[in-house]
C-alpha cells in the first residue's frame, strides 16, 4: 500500500512568546513532533506491507530537519512544501497547498495525518484535503487496520462511544493522539536517514500562484492575537485529610441537589414571528447545524439568533431521529429544516455535500448571491469534521473551536478561539468570502430559554449526499455519564500511580454520578484510556464540579478544565501548580482523601 503522511512540526507550547503587534514570535522556537502525526506515522508503517510510506509536511526549511529526523523510524521518503509565498496560510489554503502537492507526488492508497495540530488545535486540514482530493474520511480513529485486501477498518472515538467503520481507499483518516506509539529508531537507521535527502517543492513546482496560496490565498485573517494568563483561582487550603474529605462531600451533594432544569419562558403573544413575511424571508440568514436537539445545540441556536435582528434565523437537524425540532422555534430560530433520514450518516464528508447542496440552493432567493451569511456548527467530535468539509465545498474560510462571537453592523462575524493550550486567544475574521463559518466549544453559552410562544413546521429534506463509509457497530459508554455533559468530574492524573488505583476511582464515579476523567500523563503511564483524558489534546469539560486526584496542573490540562465551576484539587505536594487553579485545596494523600470522602458522602 502506498502512503502518504502529512505531518506538521509545531513550535514547543511552553516557549510561546507574543510581540508588541500581537503576533506570535516564531524565530528561535523549538520544534517539536505533533503527537497525533506520531500516531499517524507509526499505523502508516504497519500498514504498508510492501508499498512505501512518505512523510510530506509544509513550512519552512527548518521543518525540514525534522523531517530527517522521522526518515530513521523506517519512513521511505519525504517531501517538504516550502515557498516563502506560502507564509500566512490559514487551514484552507495549507490543504489547498497539500492537495497539489499530493496530486504531484501522485497515486496514494491512503493519506494519514493527526487529528490535530497542538499549536492551532483547529483539526481542520483533514477534512480539508479530502474534500479536495474527492476521497472519503474518517477522524479522531483509535485503531487503523486492514479488513480484507481492499478495505480499511477503523474505530472513530465519540463523546458518548465509540463506532467501527468500514470504508474503501483512496481514502483519508486522522488519527488520536498515542494510538500508536512510534517506535524507536536504531543508530544504524539514523545513520541511514542522513544519506537520504528531502524533496523540496515549491509554488512553482505546483503550478500554483501568488494569489493561490499563503495569506492572499487564504479566507481567513487573524486580526488580533492575545497572550492568555491562566485565571488565578487560589482558593483555601486543608491540610487535613478528614477535615477536607467532609468539605468536599458537601461540595458534591451540593451539585446533586442543584440538578439542571431547563428554563422556560412564560408564554406570550408573538405574531409577528409566527408567520414570516416575503420580505423577511429573503433576508441573509445565519444557519445553525444541528446534529440532535441537545441543551448544547439549543444555546447554539439561542446565540445565533441573538447575533444579528437583521438576519434570518435558520437550522438544519441532520437527521430525522423523532426528536422534537419544534424546539429550535422557541430557541429562537425562524426557519428548520430536517433531513429525512432516520439517523445521522456515519461519512461526514456525505453530510457537508448535502448542506452544501441546499446553501447553494437558498442562493437562488438572493438572485445568484449569497443568502447564507454565517453558518454555526457545535464543535462536537462529528461537529468538527463537518464544518471543515463543508467549508471546502463551499470555498470559504472557517475558524474552528470559537470561545466568543460577535456581528458587526455590516455583517462582519468576529470569532474568537484559544491556541497554543489556550495561552494565546485569536481574533479572527472572514472578510472576502461568504459564507462566514465558525465552530463552537460546546457549553460557552448559557443554556437557551425556550419560549412557548413561538412555533413553526419543520420542512424536510432530501438528502443528497452520497455515503461512502459503513457502520458496523457501536460501543456505548457506560458511566454516570459523558465528560463534556457531566455536572462532576472526577479526573485522576500520574498520582494515582496505578491501573486498579483508576478502576476504584471509576467505582467512586459510579457511585457518586460523576464522569471519570485523566490527564495526559495517566493515560501515558496506561492508567487510563484515551478517551477519558481531559486537556489540550483530550476533551474539553465545563462541569460544576471538577475534582482532580493526584494532577499536577500543567497547562495542557489546565486548557481542558479551567471553565469548571469549582475546581477542588487533591495533592500531597503543596507546591503543585494545580493548587492556583483551585477553589479549594487538599494537601494529603488522594487515597486518604477519597476512602474518607466515600463514608462521608453515603452517611450524608
Known amino acids: 500500500m502506498k502512503i502518504a503522511v502529512c505531518v506538521k512540526p509545531v513550535p514547543d507550547a511552553a516557549e510561546i512568546r507574543v510581540n508588541d503587534q500581537n503576533m506570535l514570535v516564531r524565530d528561535g522556537l523549538p520544534l517539536i513532533m505533533n503527537p497525533s502525526d506520531e500516531s499517524a506515522i507509526e499505523a502508516a508503517l504497519r500498514l504498508k506491507g510492501d508499498g512505501e510510506v512518505c512523510l510530506v509536511t509544509m513550512g519552512n526549511l527548518t521543518a525540514g530537519n525534522v523531517l530527517k529526523g522521522l ?10 512544501v516550502s515557498d516563502p509565498a506560502m507564509a500566512g496560510s490559514d487551514t484552507f489554503a495549507t490543504a489547498k497547498t497539500l492537495y ?7 497515486g496514494f492508497d491512503l493519506i494519514l495525518c493527526g487529528r490535530r495540530a497542538i499549536d492551532s488545535e483547529t483539526g481542520q486540514v483533514p477534512p480539508e484535503l479530502a474534500v479536495f482530493l ?10 487503523l487496520e486492514l479488513n480484507g485486501k481492499r478495505c480499511l477498518k477503523c474505530d472513530r472515538l465519540l463523546e458518548t462511544g465509540e463506532e467501527t467503520l468500514i470504508l474503501t481507499p483512496p481514502a483519508l483518516v486522522s488519527l488520536c493522539e498515542y494510538s500508536y506509539p512510534l517506535r524507536p529508531a536504531s543508530l544504524f537507521s539514523m545513520k541511514n536517514a542522513q544519506a537520504k535527502k528531502i524533496m523540496i517543492l ?17 479566507p481567513t485573517r487573524v486580526r488580533q492575537m492575545n497572550l492568555n494568563e491562566a485565571q488565578l483561582r487560589s482558593g483555601d487550603c486543608e491540610a487535613d485529610a478528614r477535615a477536607g474529605a467532609r468539605k468536599l462531600a458537601e461540595m458534591v451533594m451540593a451539585v446533586a441537589a442543584s440538578e439542571y432544569s431547563p428554563k422556560k419562558l412564560p408564554p406570550r403573544k408573538n405574531t409577528a414571528d409566527s408567520v414570516l413575511s ?29 447575533l444579528s435582528y437583521d438576519m434570518e434565523s435558520c437550522v438544519i437537524l441532520l437527521a430525522n431521529t423523532g426528536t422534537d425540532a419544534e424546539l429550535f422555534f422557541m430557541a429562537g430560530a425562524d426557519k428548520v429544516w ?12 456525505a453530510i457537508a455535500r448535502a448542506i452544501a447542496d441546499f446553501v447553494r440552493k437558498l442562493s ?34 472557517l475558524t474552528a473551536d470559537c470561545c466568543s462571537l460577535s456581528m458587526a453592523d455590516n455583517g462582519l462575524l468576529v470569532q474568537t478561539r484559544p491556541a497554543y493550550a489556550s495561552r494565546l486567544s485569536a481574533e479572527i475574521v472572514c472578510e472576502r468570502d461568504r459564507p462566514q463559518m465558525a465552530s463552537v466549544r460546546p457549553g460557552i453559552f448559557q443554556a437557551a430559554l425556550l419560549d412557548e410562544s413561538r412555533h413553526g413546521k419543520p420542512e424536510y429534506l432530501p438528502f443528497t449526499g452520497i455515503c461512502r463509509i459503513k457502520r458496523d457497530s457501536f460501543r456505548l459508554f457506560t458511566g454516570a455519564g459523558h465528560l463534556r455533559n457531566a455536572d462532576i468530574v472526577l479526573a485522576a492524573g500520574k498520582g494515582i500511580g496505578s491501573r486498579e488505583a483508576f478502576t476504584w476511582l471509576g467505582e467512586i464515579a459510579s457511585e457518586t454520578g460523576s464522569a471519570l476523567a485523566a490527564s495526559r500523563s495517566a493515560v501515558d503511564m496506561g492508567y487510563a484510556p484515551y478517551s477519558c483524558q481531559v486537556g489540550q489534546t483530550g476533551v474539553v469539560v465545563r462541569p460544576k464540579l471538577y475534582i482532580a486526584c493526584g494532577i499536577s496542573g500543567s497547562v495542557q490540562h489546565l486548557a481542558g478544565m479551567s471553565g469548571a465551576e469549582k475546581v477542588v484539587a487533591i495533592n500531597t505536594d503543596p507546591r503543585a501548580p494545580i493548587f492556583d487553579y483551585a477553589d479549594f485545596g487538599i494537601i494529603a494523600d488522594w487515597q486518604d482523601v477519597m476512602e474518607i470522602f466515600l463514608n462521608e458522602y453515603q452517611s450524608l
Open 71 to 80: 526518515l530513521a523510524h523506517g519512513v521511505g521518503r519525504a517531501v517538504l
Open 100 to 106: 497539489k502537492a499530493l496530486i504531484y507526488l501522485g
Open 134 to 143: 474527492g476521497i472519503p474520511f474518517v477522524t479522531n480513529v483509535t485503531c
Open 202 to 218: 515549491d509554488m512553482k513546482a505546483l503550478g500554483q500562484s501568488a494569489e493561490e496560496c499563503g495569506l492572499a490565498g487564504s
Open 278 to 306: 416575503q420580505e423577511r424571508i429573503r433576508r441573509k440568514k445565519i444557519l445553525i447545524i444541528a446534529e440532535d436537539t441537545s441543551q448544547d445545540t439549543l444555546s447554539l441556536c439561542a446565540a445565533g439568533s441573538a
Open 338 to 349: 430536517v433531513f429525512d433520514v432516520p439517523e445521522l450518516p456515519p461519512d461526514d464528508s
Open 364 to 397: 437562488t432567493e438572493m438572485y445568484g448571491q449569497s443568502s447564507v451569511e454565517a453558518i454555526l456548527v457545535s464543535a462536537t467530535t462529528r461537529g468538527r469534521a463537518i464544518a471543515p468539509a463543508l467549508a471546502a465545498e463551499m470555498g470559504t474560510g
